[in-house]
């Protein structure tokens, strides 16, 4: 079920359903792809799901505004504060919480909205400690296991970066008429940093916004991953729809 589409008893009798909360941005990719690229993306695998699970999801409008103070170097690149963006996420959830929801999955687009992500979660778990029903997790769609992405990538990154082979093959795959392929080039100043951990602008570490080699993207490599991406992420709803618990289950050895 789309939220945004359903009336208020729809809502009202859908609670034990996997609410669904895709978070994206609007900032540079490049001269290849469009600035709402990982919002489109991240959208399209939540429709997705949605549709393969309409009965056990509630899908959330895609929060477009990210994180993207490390991009804002480059045109048109919209960010939004720290505490502004972790108070947007966290009224969602805990606006749904209010109404009797409690299993929360934040679908993310966007690799600088993962902390910020994360810790919102932890905000609204402290808050929330005694709640033991509530479920609250936050995947990057991505996140996909090493070997698959070496299988399926020809260059030098074999993992997603940021207007890079992969993320512009998953445009190919999915909205082909918004990529400028001839004007993806190969970046990546210092795309590989000198000391782990460092923070950086990505006006330091790409020439023109993209990383690595986009001009190796084909429409049939986005498939593949978009089809990863889809199949990971329902393993997890089936998971949280089931519910677990952490203690183990086994008979106590010395008992
Ligand atoms: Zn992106």
């Known amino acids: 079920m789309k939220l945004a589409e359903a009336t208020w008893p729809e809502v009202a009798s ?23 690229t990982d919002t489109l993306l991240v959208t ?5 799901l949605e549709e393969e699970h309409q009965d056990t999801v509630v899908l959330t409008p895609t929060l477009w505004l990210g994180a993207s103070e490390h991009h804002m170097a480059f045109a048109g690149t919209l960010t939004s504060d720290f505490p502004g963006y972790l108070s947007s996420l966290q009224s969602v959830i805990r606006s749904l919480a209010s ?50 992405y070496a299988e399926v990538l020809s260059g030098e990154f074999k993992f997603i970066r940021h207007a890079c082979e992969a993320e512009t093959s998953l445009m190919l795959h999915l909205y082909p008429h918004l990529v400028k392929l001839d004007k ?26 993209a990383l690595g080699r986009p001009d190796l993207a084909t429409a049939e490599k986005g498939q593949r991953i978009f089809q990863a991406a889809v199949e990971n992420l329902t393993a997890t709803i089936r998971t949280m729809r089931q519910g677990f618990v952490f203690r183990s289950d086994r008979e106590d050895p010395a008992g």
């Open 14 to 36: 859908s609670l034990e359903s996997v609410v669904v909360i895709p978070t994206g941005s609007l900032e540079q990719h490049g001269e290849h792809l469009p600035l709402a």
């Open 44 to 48: 399209a695998i939540a429709n997705r």
């Open 99 to 148: 109404h009797g929801f409690r299993k929360f999955l934040v679908v993310n687009g966007h690799g600088g909205n993962s902390d910020l992500n994360r810790l919102a979660l932890r905000e609204v778990k402290r808050d929330q400690a005694l709640d033991a029903q509530l479920l609250l997790v936050q995947q990057d769609y991505y996140s996909l296991p090493a070997d698959f």
């Open 184 to 209: 993806a080039k190969q970046d990546g100043l210092h795309a590989v940093p000198p000391v782990p951990g460092l923070a950086t602008s990505f006006s330091e570490i790409s020439e023109r916004g």
